[in-house]
């Protein structure tokens, strides 16, 4: 297998703790990092793992797994590991998975997964839907919908985000997260295939020809799937679409390589808001 077989690939770093006598990594640990990839591969999928088994009333449960030893990872390689579908049962699932180290596979492997009743485990059914999902991502189709829409319509998914992120997450306090700008922006909101709301944003008019973008929020487990991007290009699609020539944001510092790479540039000093030190940021459109 190759890295191109492969739409996702998991990235990380061996540990000194993964190291054998030999000086190569464990060979106990390779299974570790194939299931380390396979969360990696929910979060692609747009699911939020415990969260959507138990909707669906059941769970994966391993029930083979074969590796192919061909090559030895060391202390501190950068290994990508790939992982993909092959195929479908009644009640599970086929999954191939390779360790790369540059172009160079050191292991494969071969993983059954059985879906089944958490309690007893008795098989259950595969559900179409999971069925469905996974074969759209693995055929490259998106697997995350991002609607614009009024508090209105949006309002409430959109207040459950912000709320668990801003408030719980980060402490800030209610009576500042809350504003009467809500009602008149126009919000974006990302769902998954099971229409789990998982992120969101909106944007306002912040002086003629210049849109201001914020409340962005992306659900913690599904941070770093590319799912805050997408909201915040529909909300810079649709503001281009309105004819602004400028979109600025308040971008917390932590966040700021995030829109570095989207094509915003600092402008000023960091300052304070609700506690956090942020930094305003912008981009022609």
């Not at 396979?38 to 994966?60: C, I, N, Q």
């Not at 490259?140 to 319509?153: M, S």
């Not at 990302?190 to 992306?218: Q, S, Y």
Request: include cysteine; hydrophobic fraction near 45%; glycine fraction near 8%.
């Amino acid at each position: 297998m190759k890295r191109t077989d492969f739409r996702h690939l998991e990235p990380l770093r061996v540990r000194g703790a993964e190291i054998d006598a030999q000086g190569i990594v464990f060979n106990g640990h390779y299974l570790g990092y194939v299931d380390a990839a396979l969360s990696g591969y929910w979060r692609a999928l747009a699911v939020p793992y415990a969260e959507t088994m138990r909707s669906l009333g059941g769970d994966f449960f391993m029930r083979r797994s074969l590796l192919d030893y061909r090559g030895q990872a060391r202390h501190d390689d950068r290994l990508d590991v790939g992982i993909r579908c092959r195929e479908f049962g009644n009640s599970s699932m086929m999954m191939d998975a390779a360790v790369f180290h540059g172009d160079k596979m050191l292991v494969q492997a071969e993983l059954i997964y059985a879906f089944a009743d958490p309690a007893t485990q008795t098989p259950l059914h595969l559900p179409d839907v999971l069925r469905s999902l996974i074969q759209d991502f693995e055929a490259g189709r998106p697997v995350v919908d991002v609607a614009l829409g009024a508090w209105a319509e949006l309002g409430e998914p959109a207040t459950a985000i912000r709320r668990q992120v801003f408030i719980e997450e980060q402490h800030i306090p209610a009576d500042m997260e809350w504003d009467s700008a809500d009602a008149g922006c126009q919000h974006a909101l990302a769902r998954n295939r099971f229409g789990k709301p998982l992120a969101t944003g909106r944007w306002l008019e912040h002086v003629p020809g210049v849109a201001k973008i914020g409340r962005m929020a992306v659900l913690r487990a599904m941070r770093d799937t590319g799912i805050g991007r997408q909201v915040l290009d529909a909300l810079m699609a649709e503001t281009r679409r309105q004819g602004y020539r400028e979109v600025l944001l308040h971008a917390q510092l932590s966040a700021e390589s995030f829109y570095l790479r989207a094509g915003f540039q600092r402008r000023g000093e960091p300052f304070d808001e609700a506690g956090i030190r942020h930094v305003e940021m912008v981009r022609a459109l």
